[in-house]
T-cell receptor
Framework: KAGVTQTPRYLIKTRGQQVTLSCSPISGHRSVSWYQQTPGQGLQFLFEYFSETQRNKGNFPGRFSGRQFSNSRSEMNVSTLELGDSALYLC??????????????FGSGTQLSVL | AQSVTQPDIHITVSEGASLELRCNYSYGATPYLFWYVQSPGQGLQLLLKYFSGDTLVQGIKGFEAEFKRSQSSFNLRKPSVHWSDAAEYFCAGPNAGNMLTFGGGTRLMVKP
């Protein structure tokens, strides 16, 4: 069974641009969560989706948005990029709709650099 | 408020020595607690989880963790560390909003 796939693996953008990151969960998993990882802030929760519905959202500005499709694939979008958005963005999937209790399967992440 | 804390940012142990990584939580009810490991440039992999019942939990790669309610701790242990255990370790549990939150991580270095 294939794991969680995140594309692209690396991305370089400039300030003011927007970016879209993609996550394909493990087959059969309907819950997808996104995390931002930086050396200073650690792992910060962004959003959680289940069956195309956003269940929870972390404390991030409105420039960060996401969505989930009917095949459970998810995308996150960051508009008007800032230097501080440089981070490793991790996607995790789980089988059920309660990621707080379930084992999360993580992708390898997308490393975003904003210049 | 941070609900899961890892007091040690870095820990260095010699290969073959025992290991204990600390994790403290603040949560009213019995929490769901996890330990994850992250190798450089990779995502996180679950080592073990605690939901209820036996307070000593066995995980993969020879790791175990003990839930101690009286100390609000969920420390990760391994009796003999291997060089391949060098990685960053994250404790995770619910926050006040009942969302999964991660501790700041502990980077483990293994001396030959």
């Amino acid at each position: 069974k294939a794991g969680v796939t995140q594309t692209p693996r690396y991305l370089i953008k400039t300030r003011g641009q927007q970016v879209t990151l993609s996550c394909s969960p493990i087959s059969g998993h309907r819950s997808v969560s996104w995390y931002q990882q930086t050396p200073g802030q650690g792992l910060q929760f962004l959003f959680e989706y289940f069956s195309e519905t956003q269940r929870n959202k972390g404390n991030f500005p409105g420039r960060f948005s996401g969505r989930q499709f009917s095949n459970s694939r998810s995308e996150m979008n960051v508009s008007t990029l800032e230097l501080g958005d440089s981070a490793l963005y991790l996607c995790a999937s789980s089988l059920y709709d309660n990621p707080r209790r379930e084992k999360l399967f993580f992708g390898s992440g997308t490393q975003l650099s904003v210049l | 408020a941070q609900s899961v804390t890892q007091p040690d940012i870095h820990i260095t142990v010699s290969e073959g020595a025992s290991l204990e990584l600390r994790c403290n939580y603040s949560y009213g009810a019995t929490p769901y607690l996890f330990w994850y490991v992250q190798s450089p440039g990779q995502g996180l992999q679950l080592l073990l989880k605690y939901f209820s019942g036996d307070t000593l939990v066995q995980g993969i790669k020879g790791f175990e963790a003990e839930f101690k309610r009286s100390q609000s701790s969920f420390n990760l242990r391994k009796p003999s560390v291997h060089w391949s255990d060098a990685a960053e370790y994250f404790c995770a549990g619910p926050n006040a909003g009942n969302m999964l939150t991660f501790g700041g991580g502990t980077r483990l270095m293994v001396k030959p």
